[in-house]
């Protein structure tokens, strides 16, 4: 394959880009000249030298000193009595973003789809039990996933695999509230947002 | 102006209609003869024939012998302690489909925008206020509007309206849970959505 | 079925409205009132007794007077020589907007699907040829159809329709254009609109 | 700035891609893990040393021996009476993909907007000309540009540049047919497109 059709290839596995958006890619750094691309090359090369994984809540972080937790697991100020499951590092940036949340996180890498024979081999099961295991003082976990089928089958799966454990240390195990998202409109809802909204209404 | 203007600049007052498919629906009405356009004559003659507004709830129903409740409204069974508010008939309608509320309904025919100089011009005010007096075992008023600025603004608007004498009655007054809702991704969620569904986890 | 579900399902049938914006139509009429829903009964009514269809193109148009004809038909100054033939009244408003077309017109009333076995119940086959054989002066007949399937095979047809004739009267069959239309980029152009775009470049 | 931060700012520089959009792909590389970013880094830097410029069409291709011309314009059954020009590479695969052009091609590198003052440094001028030069059999320059304004900003462009010298030569300078494209309506035509469709229409 030449190095046209082969980078196309490369690009129509980026998310959400199709094999034309993919060769319009390669031809703009075919017009961008060596100089940028070299420029690319480099920045692409300091992800696998610079950025490491948290060994806490393995998000990608970039390598600080000798530092080996990132900036959030290493902030003494932040409240140790809560951890935050979420799938992904871009969710964790969404929550972070929203300022909402005081604790803990731990990153999934993934979610769990329905019928997925083996669990495991999707998110990081053994990371996150030995994390939780060092929290001496948790007091909650709480399930930051979508409210999507795949989401609502990861929080079943985690709540089979924490639940006995979370029991036993008093630990309290909580999901993100459903309700009317910031937005929308009561003639729009599902059925199931709107039983959600009615179930958890405020007083 | 000729018929076919002067019909397709009413069409184009209909929710969510532009001057280019208001002509259209004009054309097909041409298009299907005179038998069908007696038809959807009568149809909308027996609009103000046929339907009347419920006088409790206020909203749309069919004409039943001498009845001036409409079926929610005159339902014995129906849980006369829970009257929850909704903008609109269609936002009743889609509570109602999902089955998730037992109790009575009242539709306040609008909802007031922000800057609003006369609130009471866009809502049935006097006809909620004569309708809490009337329920005499109502424990509980819930506000269900959009998730919207509007509809935020419609709940304060509400909430001092009702207050007072919602208090002295020991009537709580209640909002929809805010949250996810259904399908949403932690990741496209705005900062309001994700404090509030933190906010609102249940354990 | 009530009359909110009557006009709800009269409403969906309308060009492009589906059930849930065909009931806000009706919720719409309802909360305009009586005088308002009295408007537009009127207005539809006037769709019968004034908007008649020119006995010559077929269009319909507002009676005026004892005319038989549209203002189009009975304009002395345009080209009896060319006639351009569309399928429905709103082809004809956009190539008379566009101000491009000095001659006169037939309003087919649709256009044949592939595979209709019945072509002449779907267009106004008789209206046509009588059409046809009173433009004494009659040079050019321009098929000005939809760039689709449909309007391809409504094409094949009218062809095989009027071929003859045409020949021995020495009527030129003609088509609009194909190429790129404004605003099309050659990028995202299929390779068909390429090779017509290719066949009628101009010079 | 952090790897993570730069990396981001350089996808959301490519074609159509937003900062959001852009820091999934960042996070898509950090989890794909090292390999796969090796594998991306040494497919761009073959961008650099195995793709070449085409001497003649200035086309990006695969460097194959020695050969310093594309396969196109080495390939001796073209014709090479023609001559067609478009923008960029992505036009040119377009039109080769329609198998409706038989001769040979000069990509721009870009096109003119409207008001660009020196549009010498948008376009590689110096290489048509003399690529217009070498081709001693020419007899035909098709502009190939897409239907929008800066596409027709530098049809003039190009007609001022190649006219004297086209006339001298007895080459004939053509254009893209205009009209309707595949899959266009009457109804939704601009009347630019319902125009210039009626004027190049075919018998």
């Not at 940036?93 to 769990?112: H, M, N, Q, R, T």
């Not at 630990?171 to 599902?190: F, N």
């Amino acid at each position: 394959m030449n190095p046209i059709d082969k980078l196309t290839e490369i690009f129509s596995r980026f998310p959400g880009i199709g094999p034309r958006q993919a060769r319009r890619f390669v031809f703009f750094l075919l017009r961008e000249g060596a100089d940028s691309r070299a420029a690319i090359i480099r920045s692409i090369g300091e992800l696998s030298s610079e950025i490491i994984q948290c060994e806490e809540c393995m998000r990608f972080f970039s390598r600080q000193g000798t530092l080996i937790a990132c900036s959030i697991c290493s902030n003494i100020e932040r409240d140790r009595t809560k951890l935050m499951i979420v799938s992904r590092d871009s969710d964790l940036d969404a929550v972070e973003k929203s300022g909402a949340f005081p604790g803990l996180y731990f990153v999934l890498g993934g979610s769990i789809p329905i019928l997925e024979k083996k669990p495991e081999r999707r998110i990081r099961k053994d990371a996150l039990l030995s994390r939780i295991e060092k929290l001496a003082e948790l007091r909650e976990i709480i399930l930051a996933l979508n409210a999507t089928a795949d989401g609502e089958n990861t929080e079943v799966y985690l709540r089979s695999l924490l639940d006995s454990n979370a029991t036993e240390r008093k630990i309290e195990i909580s999901v993100l509230g459903r309700g009317l998202s910031s937005g929308l409109e009561i003639e729009y809802s599902d059925p199931d947002t709107l039983k959600n909204a009615l179930k958890n209404r405020s007083h």
